[in-house]
C-alpha cells in the first residue's frame, strides 16, 4: 500500500503547483493605455545653427513606433506602464563622430492634459560607413491613476521628439499642403 501511495503522490503535487501559477480566478490583466504620436514632434531634422542647407544636416530621425507593456501597480488604484520609442535616423554630412543625441518624451495624457511626462536624450548611435540606424530607448516607466469607472483604456501614452519653437515651425513650412 505505500508503494501505491508514492506513485500518486507526486502526479498530485505537480498538479497543486501547476493549479497556483497564474491569475487569481476572474483577474485579467489591465487595461493599457492606447500608444500614440503627434506627427509634428514624431520627426526631427538637425542642421547646423542659422543654416538650413542640406549641407548643414546634421541628422534626420522619426518614430517608428512605441512599444511597451502595462501591469498591475502595487495596489488597485495603479496601473505601471511601460514604453519605449523606436526611432529610424539618418546621418547627414555635417554631422561629427558616429553618435548623436536626440531628445525625446514619452508622456501619460488623458484628453489634452498631460499627467506625466518623462524627458530624456535618446542616443543613435550609427556604424562606421553606415549613413542610417535604428535605435530603441530606454524604457520609461510611469504610474497611472485606475478606478473602477476608469481603466487604462482612458488614457493615452504619448511619444515624441522634444522639438524647439523653429524646429515645430520648420515642420509646420515643410509639411504645408
Known amino acids: 500500500m ?3 501511495l508514492l506513485r500518486i503522490v507526486p502526479p498530485l503535487l505537480i498538479a497543486l503547483a ?3 501559477c497564474g491569475p ?11 500608444p500614440g504620436l503627434l506627427k509634428p514632434l514624431g520627426e526631427i531634422v538637425r542642421y547646423r545653427p ?10 534626420r530621425a522619426r518614430i ?20 519605449q520609442l523606436v526611432v529610424e535616423a539618418q546621418r547627414g554630412p ?15 495624457a488623458e484628453g489634452d492634459t498631460v499627467l506625466d511626462k518623462s524627458l530624456f536624450n535618446m542616443a543613435i548611435e550609427f556604424p562606421p560607413n553606415v549613413d542610417a540606424a535604428r535605435a530603441a530607448s530606454r524604457e520609461v516607466r510611469m504610474e497611472i491613476p485606475v478606478t ?11 511619444g515624441g521628439f522634444q522639438l524647439t519653437p523653429d524646429e515645430v515651425a520648420a515642420w509646420r513650412r515643410d509639411h504645408a499642403r
Open 2 to 4: 505505500p508503494f501505491r
Open 18 to 20: 501547476i493549479g497556483s
Open 24 to 34: 487569481a480566478k476572474n483577474q485579467f490583466a489591465p487595461a493599457c493605455p492606447v
Open 50 to 59: 542659422g543654416s538650413l542647407d542640406v549641407r548643414d544636416l546634421i541628422v
Open 64 to 83: 517608428v513606433d512605441i512599444t511597451g507593456t502595462c501591469e498591475p501597480g502595487d495596489d488597485v488604484h495603479t496601473i505601471v506602464a511601460k514604453a
Open 94 to 108: 555635417a554631422m561629427q563622430g558616429n553618435a548623436v543625441a536626440l531628445p525625446a518624451f514619452v508622456a501619460i
Open 148 to 158: 473602477p469607472q476608469k481603466s487604462g483604456a482612458a488614457f493615452s501614452i504619448v
